[in-house]
């Protein structure tokens, strides 16, 4: 049966948020046929302008019929769409008639404001997740996560997450083998490694550096043992100078990032896949899963098991 996916859009809302979905929802469809109908919809139902200026043709809500899934997109139009009632009243009724209910980056805030996310997990762009906590403190924030899954509600974190979102989606659909294909065809990792503070606590620590580059390296490689002396070499340095630079950089020693790398990845693939606890140790440099359930234990408080029984109650 043919599953309509609903892209909620408004005034300054960002394109990519929106075009991200659409283009994975279209290939699924391609592999898939008859799998899925796209409808971009907003309140009034009409040229709708993105941040960027282009134009959007919708459908009203108000005149569509209720799709299988909604994602709502975010943007810099988001405070004025969280204010109109037709909005809310909308994303209300449908947490009772449709079957998904998804954000986009800064989206997760309409969610919010119409009451749907308290006492649940989700995510948000990493920049606004402290904030978010704040303003709604009865939601759980998950500042690190490309995108959340709490029972019928999927959130994702900043713009491009969505399509790391979509994918998601498709597999829950139509099986991994068609979003690793639809992955392969828009050159996106199917899941990607490591989470939102890839691009937030370690920028948050240093900002651009010259470890930069090394970091993203890092990310690429947690199977090796990239030690103090491998990561020196890559740097043309020697280890106690590169020691000392890296930890003058972001206020903790190399082994300490290595370990936030390595568990950012693992947690992921933990709570977001059904890949065998060993599997990922070894992937992800860990090596031995009792190492790792060490360091999450650390770290999240509780081993990779607990972790995956929260996430999928298996």
Request: with cysteine.
């Amino acid at each position: 049966m043919t599953k309509t996916v609903g892209i909620f859009v408004y005034d300054r809302f960002q394109l990519l948020d929106a075009a991200g979905p659409m283009t994975a929802f279209e290939f699924a469809q391609e592999m898939s046929p008859g799998a899925y109908k796209l409808q971009i919809l907003s309140v009034k139902g009409r040229g709708v302008r993105t941040s960027a200026g282009a134009l959007m043709e919708t459908v009203s809500i108000f005149k569509a019929p209720r799709p299988d899934t909604l994602m709502v997109v975010g943007g810099p139009g988001g405070p004025e769409a969280v204010e109109c009632a037709d909005t809310l009243a909308y994303l209300r009724a449908f947490e009772g008639e449709g079957r998904r209910l998804c954000s986009v980056c800064s989206g997760a805030a309409l969610l919010a404001a119409a009451g749907l996310l308290d006492g649940r997990r989700v995510t948000t762009h990493w920049r606004l997740a402290e904030m978010f906590q704040k303003l709604y403190p009865n939601i759980v924030v998950e500042p690190d996560r490309i995108h959340v899954r709490d029972g019928a509600i999927w959130t994702s974190g900043g713009v491009s997450a969505g399509i790391d979102l979509s994918l998601a989606l498709i597999a829950d659909d139509l099986g991994e083998h068609i979003a690793r294909r639809v992955a392969q065809e828009m050159v996106v990792y199917y899941r990607r490694p490591g989470g939102q503070s890839q691009f937030s606590a370690l920028a948050d620590l240093g900002g651009e550096t010259a470890f930069s580059s090394l970091l993203d390296w890092m990310r690429g490689h947690l199977a090796e043992r990239l030690s103090v002396e491998q990561l020196a070499e890559r740097m043309a340095m020697s280890p106690r100078n590169f020691s000392r630079a890296f930890a003058r950089s972001f206020g903790v020693s190399p082994a300490k990032v290595v370990e936030r790398l390595r568990l950012e990845a693992a947690r992921e693939r933990v709570e977001d896949s059904r890949e065998p606890i060993e599997l990922i140790a070894a992937s992800t440099g860990f090596r031995d899963p009792e190492r790792m359930r060490r360091a999450f234990i650390r770290a999240f408080g509780q081993p990779p098991q607990g972790l995956r029984r929260a996430r999928t109650g298996i």
